[in-house]
């Protein structure tokens, strides 16, 4: 079990592997601990992973990341609005998990709003 944190600290993103140990240890702690489920798991690994390889590309650190980059990544996300709101959801909750862990002091996630969508209603012919 020991050999597993320091494996598990290869995977989270390179942002917050320089954000230090207690950054990383957080974001280990939210998809051991936090995501019990195996689905959600995976779907909110492939989010985090995604935004902050553009967090990345725009050489943010973890602690410059405000609300209008966030809203920047939603904009240029081109994905199905459902999609790009699932993501949005997925870091929030990950942003208040670093909150509550006393990495962050805000969530820049949570006042951004997603393209509002509408689900397609099967229509009756008569």
């Known amino acids: ?37 195996e689905n959600t798991r995976k779907a909110y690994a492939q989010t985090v992973r995604r935004f902050f390889r553009w967090v990345h590309k725009g050489r943010l650190n973890l602690s410059d990341i405000e609300l209008v980059h966030v809203a920047a990544y939603v904009e240029e996300d081109d994905r199905a609005p459902a999609t790009v709101k699932q993501n949005l959801a997925a870091l929030r909750h990950l942003f208040d998990f670093l909150i509550t862990g006393q990495v962050l002091e805000a969530n820049p996630a949570e006042p951004v709003r997603s393209q509002h969508f509408r689900p397609t209603v099967a229509k009756h012919r008569p």
Do not use: H
């Open 1 to 37: 079990m020991a050999d597993l944190i320091p494996q598990l600290r290869q995977t989270v993103p390179t942002v917050l592997q320089d954000a230090g140990d207690g950054a990383s240890d957080r974001v280990i702690e939210f998809f051991t601990a936090e995501i019990r489920n």
